[in-house]
């Protein structure tokens, strides 16, 4: 039998989902939290401090427990992990190259958890740094889950991607699951990147979820790696 502790941070994370406190907004106190739940504080602190490690809620000293925001500072600090040789972090900016209505092949399907030839947008973004494309990002998003997305609205945003999953859609990425590898780019993407063919880059398939792991995106990312690299931290203090 799992934890209580495990039980209640469940509990949290469905209320999250169901959209009981919304991103930004302030969660009850704990002490409320564990009358809520028949639990002691100690129980429920631990629930809350696994959520606040995962970047699901945010302790704010003097404050209280806050739903996290996928700002733009945000995004930079959780899930963006490209830097520069000097180590520097900036979020890019993003250039839409294609935007389609598609159906889902066996690998999307997969890692969406839908069915093939479900319908999906089928995205295509370079993303650039201090100028320079650096990135280029192929997305998979099941369309059920964004009935309203266009062209238009994911062109014209004013935040991130997953940023704007959170404002216009109420659907939050809690984590991503990354695979690295490095191939040879084809003749598209290295005209898309300014590299001169044959070149190198490093492939990144990433899987990002929201609560209870729904999948909500599937992309295949190719970063030139002339000029950056990836930072993967292992572990922690």
Request: charged residues 25%; glycine residues 6%.
């Amino acid at each position: 039998m799992p934890p209580l502790y495990k039980a209640v941070k469940q509990k949290l994370t469905e209320e999250l989902r169901t959209g009981r406190w919304r991103h930004g907004q302030v969660i009850p106190s704990e002490p409320l939290l564990a009358r809520r739940y028949a639990v002691s504080i100690g129980t429920l602190r631990r629930a809350v401090s696994e959520l606040v490690a995962e970047n699901i809620l945010v302790r704010e000293q003097g404050r209280g427990t806050f739903v996290a925001s996928h700002t733009r500072d945000y995004m930079l600090n959780v899930f963006f992990r490209i830097e520069d040789r000097d180590g520097r972090r900036a979020l890019p900016d993003s250039e839409l190259i294609s935007f389609r209505h598609g159906r889902a092949n066996r690998a999307a399907a997969a890692a969406l958890q839908i069915a093939v030839g479900d319908p999906v947008f089928q995205i295509r973004a370079r993303l650039r740094l201090h100028g320079r494309p650096v990135i280029l990002d192929e997305m998979r998003l099941p369309a059920r889950l964004f009935p309203d997305l266009n062209e238009h609205i994911f062109s014209r945003r004013d935040t991130t991607v997953y940023g704007m999953f959170q404002a216009r859609y109420g659907i939050t990425v809690a984590r991503t699951t990354e695979a690295l590898s490095a191939e040879l780019a084809d003749r598209h993407t290295c005209e898309l990147l300014g590299l001169q063919a044959p070149a190198a880059v490093l492939k990144v398939i990433r899987t990002a979820y929201a609560y209870k792991d729904l999948p909500v995106d599937w992309r295949v990312r190719y970063i030139d790696t002339k000029r950056h690299h990836y930072l993967s931290v292992l572990g922690g203090p």
